[in-house]
């Protein structure tokens, strides 16, 4: 349960700090005073959106804070959840502290001081508080929200999270399939790539072969130049009267007469020069051979010529380097073989979406059995709560209409009720008044808060559009509520307050021109359940009555 809420520069809230008890909690206040403003900061703590603009007139930031103590299964899921992803949870993990920091230009998050993002926060929140607005009655006549209410006490989260999933692989199906519909080449593609992978594959030009060809193209085109020059170098080498190894060997001798005068003096110079002799001659034999490497015959010259046009054609239209040629080749023909698959493969997404279908059927089906299963004892713990209220004739029923299945199931639902005796049962939408969907909405509430787990329920103004008896009616049925968890309640109406084991006012008031709501507890509330009544010294009594009365 919330146990302490610190707000700081949010609205007109400058600076609040609030301890909170278990049981049944009622706020009130007077209209504009901040009520709401209080609610709102435990929605944006729990992770709630747009907190931004409640940032306070000539603040950077806002900050709110608070403190729950945790049940013993809550936090074994949440250790679960929190360690998964990366937040470190103590040993003695009994309570948990959220807070957020949010300034005009960025919104920080942090759970026990670690900072984590929007998403973990409201999944951690959402199992903290649930917060049922003032206005929310008004979406009871929506039939989807009728069936997210049943599902919320079904507890079907599982069974739609299953619906949610086959959908989202039948989306990733159809996109996957679009895509291999959109690369697919048409017919006259296909034939275009056709004549394009015979043109290539009759030439069939292989990985560097064009450089290849150009240097015995070159080679050819030069030989006369490549034999003068080899045969000149050969000369210098070794062919010629005091060519280079004759010379050589001169210096050969001249160092061998050194050495036997003195080894030392020479060293390892007569090796070296040996050396150097053995390389000359290698020089010039490698050399002597280099017109052999030449195409000389005319007829293979001009062959090389002609296939090196073949593929500079290629190159020009397809590639322009050799490489590219190669890729477009191997594209092409990829191209072409999804284009003569691509029977089998529509056939192949055929089968898979049928498949899908049908698991998406069955999930449906099974959700759809789930609800039906829950919906009758949800109704009728409805109506004996709307029959405590002050609805003793109430009925309600529910009306399932079967549609295409998708991530919500195959379920249509109509919530059909009749308030007085003898009328029909027809479309909630149709014929119910605000009040009646203020009590009905909180039956309901009380219900699924009897079957969650969640610790704490906040109501705000739920209790609108009723008054007398049922008012009173109301007041027990939370202070009834309040046995089981928190409960804190906004109201105006001091027989539900009265009933309220810790009640707290929220002030407005004007402080160097500025505006400021403050959050007080009463220790004693009978000044402002005489308010709430009317004010004056009868209502004082009044108040002081209803207390002692309750008492």
Excluded: W
Aim: net charge negative; charged share 25%; hydrophobic share 40%.
């Amino acid at each position: 349960m919330l146990t302490y809420l610190k707000i700081n520069n949010y609205a007109l809230i400058e600076e609040s700090e609030v301890e909170f008890s278990g049981g049944f909690t009622v706020v009130t206040g007077e209209s504009g005073a901040g009520k709401s403003i209080v609610m709102s900061a435990i929605e944006l703590l729990c992770g709630g959106r747009g907190g931004r603009t409640g940032i306070r007139t000539g603040c950077d930031k806002c900050t709110i804070s608070g403190i729950f103590t945790l049940p013993v299964q809550l936090a074994v899921e949440l250790r679960e959840l929190l360690e998964t992803s990366g937040v470190d949870v103590p040993e003695d993990f009994t309570e948990i502290t959220l807070r957020r920091v949010i300034s005009h230009t960025s919104v920080r998050n942090f759970i026990d001081d670690t900072p984590v993002g929007s998403r973990l926060l409201s999944e951690v929140g959402s199992r903290l508080v649930d917060r049922h607005g003032a206005n929310e009655q008004i979406s009871l006549t929506v039939p989807a929200r009728q069936l997210e209410l049943l599902d919320n006490y079904a507890n079907a989260g599982k069974l739609k999270q299953d619906c949610a999933a086959i959908c989202n692989a039948l989306a990733a199906l159809k996109a996957e399939r679009t895509e291999f519909e959109q690369h697919l080449p048409d017919a006259n593609e296909a034939d275009r790539l056709q004549l394009m992978l015979e043109e290539i594959n009759r030439i069939d030009p292989r990985p560097g072969e064009d450089e290849e060809l150009a240097g015995k193209q070159r080679r050819g085109a030069n030989a006369r130049q490549i034999v003068e020059d080899s045969s000149l170098l050969t000369n210098l080498l070794t062919e010629s009267e005091n060519s280079i190894a004759d010379q050589l060997g001169e210096v050969f001798r001249h160092l061998s007469d050194l050495e036997r005068i003195d080894s030392t003096l020479t060293g390892t110079l007569t090796d070296d020069c040996a050396q150097l002799q053995n390389l000359t001659v290698e020089l010039s034999n490698a050399i002597a051979a280099l017109p052999e490497k030449i195409e000389l015959d005319p007829a293979a010259l001009a062959a090389i010529e002609s296939r090196l046009s073949e593929i500079y054609t290629l190159k020009r239209r397809y590639g322009p380097t050799l490489e590219q040629l190669l890729e477009a080749r191997d594209a092409a023909q990829n191209s072409l073989d999804e284009y003569f698959r691509s029977q089998a493969r529509r056939k192949e997404f055929d089968q898979r979406e049928a498949e899908l279908q049908k698991q998406l059927l069955s999930a449906a089906e099974k959700l759809s059995q789930h609800r039906k299963k829950f919906a009758g004892k949800f109704l009728e713990l409805t109506v004996k709560k709307l029959r405590t209220i002050g609805f003793n004739s109430a009925r309600l029923d529910a009306e399932f209409t079967s549609i295409a299945p998708g991530a919500n199931g195959m379920d249509h639902l109509e919530l059909l009720f009749s308030a007085n005796c003898g009328e029909d049962l027809r479309p909630l939408r149709k014929i119910a008044s605000s009040g009646e969907l203020s009590r009905l909405m909180l039956a309901m509430k009380t219900v699924l808060a009897d079957a969650d787990a969640v610790p704490t329920v906040i109501f705000d103004e739920i209790d609108m559009n009723i008054g007398g008896e049922t008012a009173n009616k109301v007041g027990n049925e939370l202070c009834e509520l309040g046995k089981k968890r928190q409960i804190i309640c906004i109201s105006h109406l001091a027989q539900v307050a009265a009933r309220a084991a810790e009640h707290f006012q929220v002030e407005k008031s004007t402080a160097n021109g500025r505006t400021v709501s403050r959050i007080r507890r009463l220790d004693d509330p009978t000044p402002e359940l005489g308010r709430m009544l009317g004010g004056g010294e009868s209502a004082i009594r009044h108040a002081a009555e209803l207390l002692n009365n309750l008492k």
